[in-house]
């Protein structure tokens, strides 16, 4: 297999977060809760660190799986918000896609729970339609570390760059990646 190296160009990336809700959080163990949170966090800052485009997405969340984290949707307001209605895959969801798609972004970073369904199975659909994908594997979470490596080697083999949210925050050296200390602090 050929290997083409490619930055995140800046302007030409969005952001994603799936399925990041409350409920959701006990089924990370792969990493502490409150590591996890703060990495959840990160990711959504981001966006606003960068001046990224982003959509929010969740699913069920009037059951267990509960909503987004109210820190999340306060730091994008104005952000497509998209509730769906148990699709496991969010590229599955019109309304998702559509929203994804008015971006008007090749390359995404996504993260989500959990890693092996939420976060690998939106990756692979992304590439398969002809998708950059950057997972932040800081803002992924599942059952335990086997699982996780597991995922995260099924996307690599699917062309997704799998990238820690320091990488992610570099955002390819952009003149504007001093900005990424307020994401990493």
Known sequence: MSFTYERIDKDNVALL?????????????????????????????LAKVFSLPTV??????????GPLPAEVIALHPDAPYIKRQGEVDAWDNEDFRNAVAATGKKQLII????????????????????????????????????????ANDRMRDAGVHVLSMRADARLAQHPRGSGAAAVLR
């Not at 977060?17 to 959504?44: M, W």
């Open 17 to 45: 977060i799936v399925d990041h809700q409350e409920g959701l959080f006990q089924l990370a163990r792969d990493k502490t809760p409150q590591e996890f949170k703060s990495s959840i966090l990160a990711h959504a800052e």
């Open 56 to 65: 929010l997405t969740s699913s069920a969340e009037t059951g267990q799986n």
């Open 111 to 150: 993260g989500g729970i959990t890693t092996d369904v939420c976060t690998a199975f939106l990756a692979l659909s992304l590439r398969e339609a002809g998708y950059t994908v950057f997972a932040n594997s800081d803002a992924s979470g599942t059952f335990d570390v086997k699982t996780a490596q597991e």
